[in-house]
């Protein structure tokens, strides 16, 4: 099956800083990108929808200055949490839509478990 | 407004069956997806129905109702390493995966 990677896997950082995380389809291209955020024993809760070439569409109550998405290739969506505050501590997964696919499947790559100090 | 609902937790025992129930009110549908989801783990994807009927892979099977907004996952022959929370999310009208907030399904010996 398509491969989806994420790049850190787990990061720490200081209060104020930012973070950049890292999205990319492996083995195939995708025109679409999802960034998704789940707390503990919550479900997942969509962020923004990223698109090649175009800017994010962001959710209702996310903040897009604090939330940069960038998605400047087929295989590759950066997500950078700016001015990091002890709240953004979440988990952080993308998916990629293989629009060549069957059915519009969504791969997830293995999160990214944000601890902001 | 959109909502997807499948029971918070269920217990079952190591050999047996399961079903977990997922009914949902979306705008639109374009098939309903399942996904296990390990603890600090991504989702991986189980099955895909955009029509009527059950689709069966191996131990488990999913089942859709378009007309009642319903659909099953049918864990068979548990095994201890099917202890995760599985996820129901549906496609909708622009293709947006709605999520339920997942069924934490815990096997005992």
């Known amino acids: 099956g398509a491969v989806v990677s994420q790049h850190p896997s787990r990061v720490i950082c200081k209060s104020g800083t930012s973070v950049k995380i890292e999205c990319r389809s492996l083995?195939?291209?995708?025109?679409?990108m999802f960034w998704y955020r789940q707390f503990p024993k919550k479900s997942l809760m969509l962020m923004a929808t990223s698109n090649e070439g175009s800017k994010a569409t962001y959710e209702q109550g996310v903040e897009k200055d604090k939330f940069l998405i960038n998605h400047a290739s087929l295989t590759l969506s950066t997500l950078t949490v700016t001015s990091a505050h002890p709240e953004d501590s979440s988990f952080y997964i993308c998916?990629?839509?293989?629009?060549?696919?069957?059915?519009?499947?969504?791969?997830f790559g293995p999160g990214t478990r944000l601890t902001v100090l | 407004g959109q909502n997807i609902d499948q029971p918070t937790e269920m217990t079952a025992t190591e050999g047996a069956i399961v079903q977990i129930n997922c009914t949902y009110q979306t705008s639109g549908f374009n098939g309903l997806f399942w996904y296990q989801q390990h603890a600090g783990e991504a989702p991986t994807f189980l099955s895909y129905n955009v029509l009527d009927g059950l689709e069966e892979k191996g131990r488990f099977s999913s089942f859709l109702s378009r007309s009642k907004g319903y659909s099953y996952l049918l864990l068979k022959e548990l095994q201890m390493k099917d202890s995760a929370s599985y996820l129901c999310?549906?496609?909708?009208?622009?293709?947006?995966?709605?999520w339920g907030a997942g069924t934490k399904l815990i096997i005992k010996p």
């Open positions: 999310a549906v496609l909708d009208s622009n293709y947006q995966l709605i």
């Open positions: 998916s990629a839509r293989d629009s060549s696919g069957d059915y519009n499947e969504q791969f």
């Open positions: 083995d195939f291209q995708a025109t679409t």
